[in-house]
């Protein structure tokens, strides 16, 4: 075992796991932060997106001492109130079936919508390409990723 500190949503947290312990392990597991999913462990379906330092990963598949002293942000830290624009215009456009992989969209999206504010349907399609969603919600997805864009 060794310690890693980490600053996850704003907060500084030292855990005290394996060096290979996936990202996603630490943050479910050890965090209590279960808002990112395991999905397919080979970081192929996106339920387990969260931001490093703003951009979009897989943490199932990332070890914990690569990210040591980085920020990591969950879908439990993108909004304090869950009223982030994209949550709002998921509700809106009711994209949610199962749920299981919303975190990850969500998460995606954002990392999108910062970087590119104003997203064409290619570029939308395109950076969304991976994160999979078994229930088939492409469209309602895509709808409020445009919605989230126009606040």
């Avoid at 392990?25 to 931001?51: E, M």
């Avoid at 993108?78 to 509700?91: C, I």
Wanted: a negative charge.
């Amino acid at each position: 075992m060794s310690q890693y500190t980490l600053t996850v949503n704003g907060r500084d947290v030292t855990v005290d796991v394996e060096p290979d312990t996936p990202v996603l392990w630490v943050l479910r597991d050890h965090l209590g932060l279960v808002g990112a999913k395991y999905g397919c462990g080979v970081a192929q379906c996106g339920a387990c997106t969260v931001h490093l330092n703003g951009s979009a990963v897989r943490s199932c598949s990332i070890p914990v001492s690569g990210v040591a002293g980085q920020r990591i942000t969950t879908i439990e830290g993108l909004s304090e109130r869950g009223d982030h624009p994209l949550q709002k215009a998921w509700l809106e456009h009711d994209v949610p079936q199962c749920g299981y992989c919303q975190a990850g969209q969500i998460m995606n999206a954002a990392a999108l919508l910062a970087s590119n504010p104003s997203p064409t349907d290619n570029e939308i399609d395109e950076a969304m390409h991976g994160n999979i969603c078994r229930c088939g919600t492409y469209t309602r997805i895509h709808a409020a990723i445009k919605t989230a864009a126009a606040e």
